[in-house]
Each structure stands twice: as structure tokens, then as C-alpha cells.
């Protein structure tokens, strides 16, 4: 079955950014000229997503607004005849149907996703962590969904770290079968580096099938007294369906970090021709 739908938990207090995300969610951080979020929504997009369902919390109605219509900019633009920003505000969705679903109560990633259960149904659906954007030649998101279509069980991303931080991590523990992927035996919540089986963490898609509802149904609250989707993903490991893991190839930034997000922009400016050259000379001057 395709996978038409996404999830994106932005809910949160984002307390790395405060003051500023004391009024507005993370995902509506700036990177150059665009908030977080609409980076995810331009990668579900160019993946094949129809439809994202966003878990949102406090502040929820900033995104609301950035989703909506606003006819009152449109004339001011045209007013000023400046049209050719019209193209960048008219279709921020890019033409996929929004859901919201507030979440109650921060309870865990696990719950968060927990929480889409009535939209998603019973299609296979993609997770997409709301503060990490990804750099590569095809969108990471439409990596793992080609991996789900290739295996046909839930495809969780991957990422490979150095040994001395697998423990700031999900950690997997599998059976490599070629390069970047694994049949997936546990996964373990933040271990310690002894303790790990592998240096390849938890990342930041993934493509999930519907029976993990029921698997986070009955999962009880663990590290930090959170329902933790790792417990979900063990679940159906365990399942006779399985599960598989894979590092796709795109280069990931982590922009809920202050340093990953500085990256991020730099890295976002370098992409762009008309301000890239500017970028390079400004670096080449930095004292330090």
C-alpha cells in the first residue's frame, strides 16, 4: 500500500531556544528564509506525501496561521508590485491536506505519535521528527520509502555516530544484510557505550505500519517516565511481520540543537546561488 501520509510531533516546550520559543514553536525557527516546518513539508512533498497530520501543542496557533490563506499580504504585494513573492507564500502546504491534533498532555514521542491513530487507519504512514532537516540528492523521507516498498515492513531511519556518543541515542542491535541496512533484532533507549551492539542511532524518518497503534497501546512509560516510541518499534521487532532499519544517504542536521540549526544555515546558504558566493568570502574572512 503507498504511503500517502505523514506524521510530524511539533509539539513541546523547546526550552534549548528559549526566549524565543517562549512565543513560538521550534519549527517556526528561521533557517535563511523559511521556518523549519516548511522544510519538512517540502521533503514530504517531493516524497509523495498527500497528507501530513501535525501533533501540536502550546503556540499551536503560529503554525496555524503560517498554513493559512492571507489575502491581506497578497494585496499588499501586489500593491507594491512585488508579485514574484507571491508563488512562496500561496502554496506553503503544497497543495497536501493539514490535520491538527493537539496533544492533552507531554507524555513521550511514543504518545505523541500514538495520538494520529484515528487519521492514520490502517495505511502504512512516515514519521518525520519536527526539528531535523536533511541535505541529499533524493529526500531521506522517500529513501525509507522506497527501502518500506522494497521489504514491506516498517523501515525505521538510521544514523551512524562515533562510539562515544551512542549514548545520547536509540541504538540498534541487528543483523546487517547490505550496506546502511539491518533486520532489526532490539533497539535500546540511550545505552550506555558498553552496552551497545552498534554504532548506528535511531534517526529521524521512518515509515511505520498501523500496527504499531497497538503496540503503543499497551507500552508503558520508561526512560524519563515517557512513553518512548523505541518500546513501540520492539514491539513489532518482536511482531511475525518484523522490522527493518536504514541509513539513508542524505547528510542530517539537527536544527533542535543551537550549534545544528548555526550549521544548518550555513550549510542552507551554500545551496544557494545568489547569496553562496557571498556566504564563502564572509567565512574566508572570519578572524578568529
Not at 33 to 57: F, H, N, R, T
Not at 103 to 115: H, P, Q, T, V
Request: glycine share 8%; hydrophobic share 40%.
Amino acid at each position: 500500500m503507498k504511503v500517502r501520509k505523514a506524521v510530524i510531533p511539533v509539539a513541546g516546550f523547546a526550552t534549548r531556544f528559549l526566549p524565543a520559543c517562549k512565543s513560538i514553536p521550534k519549527c517556526m525557527l528561521n533557517i535563511v528564509d523559511k521556518p523549519i516546518l516548511q522544510y519538512l513539508i517540502d521533503e514530504a512533498s517531493e516524497s509523495g506525501i498527500e497528507e501530513l497530520v501535525l501533533i501540536v501543542g502550546r503556540k499551536q496557533e503560529v503554525i496555524r496561521e503560517y498554513l493559512s490563506e492571507d489575502a491581506e499580504l497578497k494585496k499588499f504585494l501586489i500593491k507594491r508590485g512585488k508579485e514574484n513573492f507571491i508563488p512562496d507564500i500561496a502554496n506553503v502546504s503544497r497543495g497536501m491536506k493539514i490535520h491538527f491534533v493537539e496533544e492533552n498532555e507531554a507524555k513521550g514521542l511514543g504518545y505523541a505519535i500514538y495520538m494520529a491513530k484515528d487519521i492514520i487507519g490502517e495505511e502504512p504512514f512516515a514519521v518525520m521528527y519536527g526539528d531535523v532537516i536533511f541535505h541529499g540528492e533524493e529526500p531521506c523521507l522517500l529513501e525509507i520509502i522506497k527501502k518500506y516498498e522494497e521489504l514491506e515492513t516498517a523501515v525505521i531511519g538510521l544514523e551512524q555516530v562515533s562510539w562515544d556518543e551512542v549514548h545520547k541515542y536509540g541504538n540498534l542491535d541487528g543483523e546487517l544484510i547490505s550496506d546502511g541496512l539491518f533486520k532489526v533484532t532490539s533497539f535500546v533507549e540511550k545505552p550506555e557505550r558498553e552496552e551497545a551492539k552498534t554504532n548506528y542511532a535511531i534517526s529521524d524518518r521512518h515509515v511505520l505500519t498501523p500496527d504499531i497503534f497497538d503496540v503503543l497501546e499497551k507500552v508503558k512509560p520508561s526512560v524519563g517516565g515517557e512513553i518512548q516510541l523505541t518500546d513501540g518499534f520492539n514491539g513489532i521487532a518482536k511482531s511475525g511481520e518484523g522490522i527493518h532499519a536504514y541509513a539513508c544517504k542524505s547528510k542530517r542536521f539537527d536544527a533542535g540543537d543551537k550549534l545544528g540549526l548555526a550549521k544548518v544555515t550555513i550549510a542552507e546558504c551554500l545551496r544557494r546561488e545568489n547569496i553562496k558566493g557571498e556566504m564563502i568570502e564572509y567565512i574566508k574572512g572570519i578572524k578568529f
